[in-house]
């Protein structure tokens, strides 16, 4: 077997240390990237309702959702589409995401539980009870928007008058 030897000064064993370990820091990189099933969470207020726009890593299709009794808590069930690399994934733990609710978007975390290939959960939980909602599905799958409907306070809500005869009773037709 040959003797391999260095120039004066040069120690080839670093050399191969240091490539083996900026090799490892990229690989778990790498890695910690594709466990991430959420990638991120933008709002966006306006005046007649608030959007949260949620984007992943993985195309999702919605197949449900409910809203607590409390109202307090969305549950979105969701199908994952597997790519390569994501069956892991979605196998994994759970990824919680914590967002600093304000009056207009009232959120407080968000949740995505996997519960096997088939299926897995979303869960946005709110500091305050949400009146209505839609849940819109984006074309591109990798997309999610849930819009929270503004509705305006009891104190400014305007009734239609109707006619009411000497005992009180109304006709039910608006004037």
């Known amino acids: 077997m040959p003797n391999i030897t260095a120039l004066p000064g040069h120690r080839p064993a670093r050399g191969l240390h ?7 820091i990229m690989t778990a990189q790498v890695g910690l990237g594709a ?6 969470i933008d709002v966006e207020a306006g005046s007649d309702g608030n959007d949260i726009h949620l984007y992943f ?10 809203l607590s009794s409390t109202k307090r808590e969305l549950n979105i069930q969701v199908q994952p589409t597997l790519t390569p690399g994501s069956a892991e994934d979605l196998l994994g733990r759970d990824q919680v995401l914590s967002w600093r ?14 519960r096997g ?11 305050t009870p949400v009146q209505a909602y839609i849940v819109q599905k984006q074309q591109d799958f990798f997309s999610l928007t849930i ?11 305007v009734l239609p008058e109707h006619d009411v005869d000497e005992r009180g009773v109304s006709d039910g037709n608006p004037d």
């Not at 240091?18 to 490892?24: A, G, K, N, P």
């Not at 466990?35 to 991120?40: A, E, Q, S």
């Open 147 to 157: 819009s929270l409907k503004n509705k305006p306070p009891a104190g400014q809500v």
């Open 18 to 24: 240091l490539s083996v370990f900026i090799l490892l």
């Open 35 to 40: 466990t991430r099933i959420i990638d991120r």
């Open 101 to 114: 609710p304000s009056v207009e978007i009232p959120l407080d975390r968000i949740s995505f539980r996997p």
């Open 117 to 127: 290939i088939a299926t897995s959960l979303i869960e946005l939980s709110f500091v």
């Open 57 to 66: 890593n993985i195309p999702i299709r919605v197949i449900s959702q409910v």
